[in-house]
């Protein structure tokens, strides 16, 4: 599990609240109708830009910071040398009942096809095109989060003007000014810190896991084409391990 993302949110909510609490208190920062015309106007205008399925799938897209794409791309490279092991001894028809063990989908269509006969311009053609729109469905999910980094700023000031709108009726009182400033600035605090510490940074981390996965889809391209191919599981396990950093390779497999 990668710890960066929720460890990086709660430093940040940490050291804001620190800053406020040094401050002064810290119940004025805390005003539920600007937290709900932040929040639910971002979301709100998100709906409008992007397809209601694609913006109810959010959960799963933020799922994917919390993934450890490193050690299972160790896991890949390990399953294809073993897989290269079994096709040297027994064949690429010794495949088929290993298909059941293995979890990856993309992993397990390349080596259907393998197992099936294709050749290696088929497979490879197959493979990519599914590559090609795993990217799109991440670049999907990426320009959701960065949608509702760029909709809660506007609607903070939004809040602000509200509030200052509220404000300006009640100026033959004031007392009421100092009060009513404070709450009209605390929609615009809201949206800039929802967009600063959680929003953009969450599609800059999708975006790396995008390309942390379509390294490992491409890994395993290579790693099912090296099988058909019947490369020695030596070989299989150098190429592959070309996609790991260098103190995660391991050593040559026995033939």
């Known amino acids: 599990m990668d710890l960066g993302t929720i460890g990086g ?15 002064g208190s ?3 920062f805390i ?11 971002a979301f709100a205008a998100t709906l409008v830009s992007y397809r209601l ?49 293995i979890e990856d989908p993309f992993m397990r269509t390349g080596l259907e096809m393998v197992v099936d006969g294709s050749d290696e311009a088929t497979v490879r053609s197959i493979m990519e095109t599914e590559l090609t ?15 509702l980094g760029m909709y809660a700023p506007a ?4 809040g602000t003007l509200v509030g ?19 709450v009209a600035l605390i929609t615009t605090f809201y949206g800039a810190l929802f967009s600063n510490l959680i929003f953009l940074p969450l599609a800059k981390k999708l975006q790396s896991k995008s390309e942390d996965e379509v390294i490992v889809k491409e ?9 058909q191919n019947g490369l020695h599981p030596n070989t299989v396990n150098k190429k592959l391990s070309n996609f790991l950093p260098p103190k995660l390779r391991t050593e040559e497999v026995e033939a």
């Open 31 to 41: 005003h539920i109708p600007s937290l709900l015309m932040v929040v639910g106007g």
């Open 219 to 227: 890994m395993i391209l290579e790693g099912v084409l090296a099988i």
């Open 164 to 182: 200052l709108i509220a404000m300006l009726q009640s100026l033959d009182d004031p007392s009421n000014i100092g009060g009513g400033m404070a």
């Open 133 to 147: 729109y795993l990217s799109e469905r991440h670049r999907a999910g990426k320009g959701i989060f960065d949608a």
């Open 53 to 101: 399925n694609h913006v109810l799938r959010v959960t799963s897209v933020l799922q994917k910071t919390l993934k450890d794409e490193v050690s299972e791309i160790q896991e890949f490279v390990d399953t294809l040398t073993r897989l290269a092991t079994v096709v040297r001894r027994e064949g690429v028809l010794a495949l088929d009942g290993e298909l059941g063990s």
């Open 26 to 28: 810290a119940a004025i």
């Open 9 to 23: 949110i709660a430093l940040g909510l940490i050291l804001v609240l620190v800053s406020i609490l040094m401050g």
């Open 155 to 158: 609607f903070g000031m939004i």
